[in-house]
């Protein structure tokens, strides 16, 4: 079975933080997504990345960075934490355009 | 917008009854897929229909997609309780990405 791992279910930063999300799946796929989810707004897509060190923008990467330096991590960084950022953050991999597996998600909560 | 509209928004049935959800879209695809995401929890895939597809099915779960209407249905069939969830269908947009529809809120009541 393909295993998607997040570091956190549950996370509480401070404003103005510097706050790291990891993501891990275990099955040699090209893709990564790192999505955010929130009522009534649905699942955006914040950034992707294709391969080892490449990444593309998403819908709203305003506020976000990412990093992937290893095939099977990708890593979502808030540079500094916002209250706006408040949210389910969702990653998930794939091979080319085929389905998505997703990680169980990181609840993050900036006060 | 460019993402799917499920239809409704919201599902509450008996359980044994069927529950059909509805997704359209507005651009040209190349498969359509359908998820299912328990409460706080990360999305499962459910189903793929490619577009030259025009019925699927998968145990309790058969997708149909009109490419001349741009819309896509999921059925499931004698509906349980643990089919309690919401369900998202995505399209494909360009090579990798996938954009979500809103969902649909689906309760089955025992």
């Known amino acids: 079975d393909v295993k998607v791992t997040q570091s956190s279910r549950y996370l509480v930063k401070r404003t103005g933080e510097k706050v790291f999300l990891e993501c891990v799946q275990d099955?040699?796929?090209?893709?990564m997504f790192w999505y955010r989810q929130d009522p009534g707004l649905g699942l955006r897509l914040i950034y992707f990345?294709?391969?080892?060190?490449?990444?593309e923008k998403g819908d709203i990467p305003e506020g976000y960075s990412v990093s992937r330096e290893k095939k099977e991590r990708f890593s979502l960084i808030l540079e500094s934490a916002s209250t706006n950022q408040t949210s389910m953050y969702l990653c998930?991999?794939?091979?080319?355009?085929?389905?998505?597996?997703f990680g169980p998600g990181t609840r993050l909560t900036v006060t | 917008s460019q993402q799917g509209e499920e239809d409704p928004q919201a599902l509450s049935i008996q359980e044994g009854e069927n529950a059909t959800m509805n997704c359209s879209y507005k651009?040209?695809?190349?498969?359509l897929q359908w998820y299912r995401q328990n409460s706080g929890r990360g999305l499962v895939h459910l189903i793929l229909?490619?577009?030259?597809?025009r019925e699927k099915h998968s145990g309790r779960l058969r997708v149909t997609l009109d490419t001349s209407k741009k819309s896509s249905s999921l059925l499931i069939t004698a509906s349980r309780a643990a089919d309690t969830a919401s369900y998202f269908c995505?399209?494909?947009?360009?090579?990798?990405?996938?954009?979500f529809g809103q969902g649909t809120r689906l309760t089955i009541n025992p």
């Open positions: 998930a991999s794939s091979r080319y355009s085929y389905e998505q597996y």
């Open positions: 099955m040699d796929h090209e893709n």
């Open positions: 990345s294709y391969d080892v060190k490449m990444k």
């Open positions: 651009t040209s695809i190349n498969n």
């Open positions: 229909i490619r577009s030259n597809e």
């Open positions: 995505a399209r494909v947009q360009g090579a990798q990405k996938l954009v």
